[in-house]
C-alpha cells in the first residue's frame, strides 16, 4: 500500500470513483468528519492530523458505519501540498473546538498565512474554507491571516442554530454542551480559490 505522501493527486484512484473531496484538518474524535461521511455518500472525507489513537478511533467508527467514502491521514502534515496535488480538495475544514485551554495557542498553525498558501493551492476551483473555534484568540488571529490574505470571507457566524452553519457543518457532543452553557461557537466560511 502507498504511502499518504505518494497519494497526492490519486486519491480519487484509492476511493474508486471522482467524487469531490473534503479535507478535515486537525481531525479530533471523529464525530464531525464520521457523521459528514454517512450524511454525504456522495462525496470523499479525509482526515488529517489526528493522532495514532484518534486515528485508529475514526478508522473503527467508519467501519463501523460502513463507511466508504473516509479515509485517514494520521502523519503530522507540515505542508498539505505534500499529501494533495493542485486543485485536489473541494472543502477545507479547519475545527477546533477543545476543553482543553493549554491546547489552545498551539493549534495557530492550523491558520497561519503558509498553511493558507498550502490550502490554497490544493483547493479546486470554487473551494471553500470552514472554520470554527470556541477560542475567541485563535479566531481573531485566523480572520486576521484570512484578511491579510484577501480572501473572500462569506460568512461568519456565532449561532449554531444559523442556516450557513447547518449547510455545511456537524456539531460535535462537546460543541454542543459548550454552546448549551450559552458560550458561542465562531464560525467562518471562506473562498479559499
Known amino acids: 500500500?502507498?504511502?499518504?505522501e505518494t497519494?497526492?493527486?490519486k486519491w480519487s484512484d484509492l476511493f474508486g470513483n471522482s467524487n469531490p473531496i473534503h479535507v478535515e484538518i486537525g481531525s479530533g474524535k471523529g464525530q464531525f468528519?464520521?457523521?459528514?461521511?454517512?450524511r454525504h455518500p456522495e462525496l470523499n472525507?479525509?482526515?488529517?492530523e489526528g493522532g495514532p489513537d484518534i486515528s485508529i478511533r475514526i478508522l473503527q467508527k467508519a467501519k463501523e458505519l460502513e463507511l466508504k467514502n473516509l479515509r485517514v491521514i494520521s502523519v503530522f502534515v507540515k505542508d498539505a501540498r505534500d499529501f494533495f496535488a493542485q486543485g485536489e480538495v473541494s472543502r477545507i475544514y479547519i475545527n477546533f473546538c477543545d476543553p482543553w485551554p493549554k491546547a489552545r495557542h498551539a493549534k495557530r498553525r492550523l491558520v497561519y498565512r503558509g498553511k493558507l498558501e498550502a490550502y490554497r493551492a490544493i483547493a479546486a476551483p470554487g473551494a471553500m474554507l470552514a472554520f470554527r473555534t470556541d477560542n475567541d484568540d485563535l479566531f481573531q488571529f485566523g480572520l486576521e491571516e484570512?484578511?491579510?490574505m484577501e480572501l473572500p470571507v462569506e460568512t461568519v457566524t456565532r449561532d449554531l442554530h444559523s442556516e450557513p452553519y447547518f449547510a455545511d457543518m456537524i456539531p460535535t457532543e462537546y460543541e454542543m454542551k459548550f454552546a448549551q452553557s450559552g458560550k458561542s461557537i465562531n464560525y467562518t466560511l471562506v473562498h479559499i480559490n
Open 1 to 4: 500500500m502507498e504511502s499518504p
Open 7 to 9: 497519494m497526492a493527486g
Open 33 to 38: 468528519l464520521t457523521q459528514m461521511a454517512l
Open 45 to 48: 472525507f479525509i482526515a488529517v
Open 146 to 148: 484570512i484578511d491579510a
